[in-house]
């Protein structure tokens, strides 16, 4: 079954440091990967997504993610966290043969000052 | 939240009601979605519709019932059948190239918060 795992319900960290949250997925065929970011009692954003091409794939607010085959993970970055970064982030999958997307069950990061 | 509204952003309903939840896109977009999203579980899919007048159902669909008369517009109802209504609902949309090609991000509404007791 094509399915996405977030091993970890909470990260923190302190401003400033670097962030990452992780991301591992099951697919057959070539994945497409997302990245959302909800902030409380509003809407999924979307991030940033990986298709094809560069590993190392750039986003809104200064994240990054790293699609890595071998290790059929797609862990979200950024290099300097600010506090305004907490929030909730869902990891995603495209499913072959429609758009459906399938969804990590999310992981809250704290970014303390 | 792009161009998806939702209303209202809460709402408060008796057990044994039926409650329709509204959904629009002015993103010319083909493809829509409603997700469900409980604490812990995730975003869960409960409906998708791919263009006007077809929809099919998601992983959770027992107890909802959807429509999609026009491109803009797919609301969606929780029915007195559904034996756990209290959640956060999300409407999402994206393209749908009839290519297949296409990345197929989808866009994500503010999210109506359902409480039934």
């Known amino acids: 079954a094509q399915s996405v795992a977030q091993p970890e319900d909470q990260v923190n960290v302190a401003e400033g440091n670097p962030l990452t949250v992780k991301c591992t997925y099951s697919?057959?065929?070539?994945?497409?990967l997302f990245w959302y970011v909800q902030y409380p009692n509003r809407g999924l954003q979307f991030l940033l997504k990986y298709i094809t091409g560069d590993n190392l794939v750039k986003g809104s607010y200064g994240f990054e993610a790293e699609f890595n085959k071998s290790q059929t993970s797609f862990h979200l970055k950024k290099p300097s966290a600010l506090v305004s970064d907490s929030a909730l982030y869902f990891c995603?999958?495209?499913?072959?043969?429609?758009?459906?997307?399938?969804f990590g069950t999310g992981t809250r990061l704290l970014v303390s000052p | 939240d792009g161009g998806i509204t939702q209303s209202p952003k809460y709402l408060f309903r008796k057990e044994g009601q039926n409650v329709t939840l509204s959904c629009e896109q002015n993103l010319n977009h083909d493809a829509m979605y409603w997700y469900r999203q409980d604490p812990g579980q995730g975003l869960r899919l409960i409906y998708y519709?791919?263009?006007?007048?077809?929809?099919q159902k998601g992983d959770i669909a027992e107890g909802y019932s959807v429509s999609r008369e026009k491109k803009e517009s797919f609301p969606l109802t929780v029915t007195s059948a559904q034996k756990n209504p209290t959640a956060f609902y999300l409407c999402a949309s994206s393209t749908f190239p009839a290519t297949g090609t296409g990345t197929y991000e989808q866009y994500f509404g503010p999210g109506t918060r359902l409480t039934v007791t």
């Open positions: 995603a999958v495209r499913l072959t043969g429609f758009q459906k997307l399938v």
């Open positions: 697919v057959s065929g070539n994945p497409y």
């Open positions: 519709s791919q263009i006007v007048n077809d929809f």
